[in-house]
């Protein structure tokens, strides 16, 4: 089936275009709103070729197509189908209507969680990209330092260019941060870029030194300084200048607004925000990151193994409820604290688990010849070496249940290991072998040693403890 047909087959049996009020994407899923959710025929939609699953809450439609192909087919249904796919117009009250009741099922703490999943992942190719160039250009530097390439010319260049494209983005990323933020809360994109850009301006020293903020002996410890908060101060810091900027509006005339708004936004914002916000965000970040010390980074081993393996064997039911991008902003803590990132390397584990799964069900299938199963782990497989585990989830294990939690305890196993070798990354994004060139050198073998660990370890509990009863009847 081609994704024209795919695309034109999901809309079908969504109820057809009439029923739907938005379509996107992620990485590996279709995102729909419809209607009305009692038009959706979902054990077609299961079983069409090309779904590897689907998630559904109320008229919220997840389809899992994998990698590449849902973006593939989100752009066919906007493009070529003529789907929607910006908010709607204020005068369509209907849809609205739908719309907001939708949003009203999601807690609070939900809500929260996918404002910043909206904030961050935009920026994950560019987070990827930037980490493995870092990674790359960390290895080049590193293997001129041992004498095993030449300082100067072609390896000189290709060293620079690496580390140019890495900071490219890594070097900016509050600015980042700051323009998606602004997109989520409903200010200006460019005035929440603008507050980034503060938070790593060096002229925050100099108001900290002016103000007896500044620590001189230990920057870091500063009450104010450059990039205090991270870019949890960041997004608090676009957070109120979005309610700043529309407050000013509502009271301004038309003709002030253009000039007026923007410039009173941002010295108001600006003053809390290096005043009140960073220091306090600074403070959170900091606790963060001593609190993450005491668990990621201790020197006792016993403390490493079990909570290596306690995290590696919890994310995958994270991911299940998308709890798994309220973790972002703990990498970025990490990766400006630290100069790396701990956590990243061991949560990744569990796509390398639930890969070792899926290779012992496919044994099983075979062997009693369930060949629709078959085909999806075939289907699904490539992806979940690539650190792309959703397909294989909603795919494969969260239906028989059963391999969900095998490959949860098997990748326990190599999270244990990959906090006892106290791994780090450049930078985070899909796990599984792709991740490899974004771990620190000194950090490549063992991040991989890891991953078999956790690809046997998988294998091994779900081949012994899935019956052939199990596979036969999914």
Known sequence: MTNLELAKKIVELIG???NVIKVA???????VN?????????NQLKSTEGVLGIVQ???YLQIVLGPGKAKKVADICIEDLNLPKESLKAGEWKENK????????????KKVINVIANIFIPLIPAIIAAGIFNGLGSLISTLQGQGVLSSEGFWKVTQLMFSLIGGGFLGYFAIYTGINSAKQFGATEGLGGMIGAISISANIVAISQTFGLYDEAVPLNSILTTGKGGIIGVIMGVYILAKIEKAIRKRLPDVLDLILTPLLTLLITGILFVF??????GFISDGLVAVLSIIINSSNPVVSVISGYVLA???LPMVLLGLHHGLIPIYAVQLEAMGGVSLFPVLAMAGAGQVGAAIAIYLIARKINNERLKQVIVGALPAGFLGVGEPLIYGVTLPMFKPFITA?????????YVMLTHVLANAWGPSGLVAIPIMQPQSMLNYFIGLCISYIAGFIITYFVIKESDVKNI
């Open 313 to 315: 064997a919890l994310f």
């Open 16 to 18: 057809g275009k009439e």
């Open 57 to 59: 809450n109320g008229d």
């Open 408 to 416: 949860g305890l098997g990748a326990g196993f190599g999270g244990a």
């Open 34 to 42: 419809v209607k009305d959710e009692n038009l959706i025929n979902t």
């Open 25 to 31: 994407n992620c990485m590996t899923r279709l995102r």
């Open 98 to 109: 739908a719309a907001v009741k939708g949003s009203q099922k999601e807690s609070k703490f």
């Open 276 to 281: 009140i916000i960073m220091p306090v965000a």
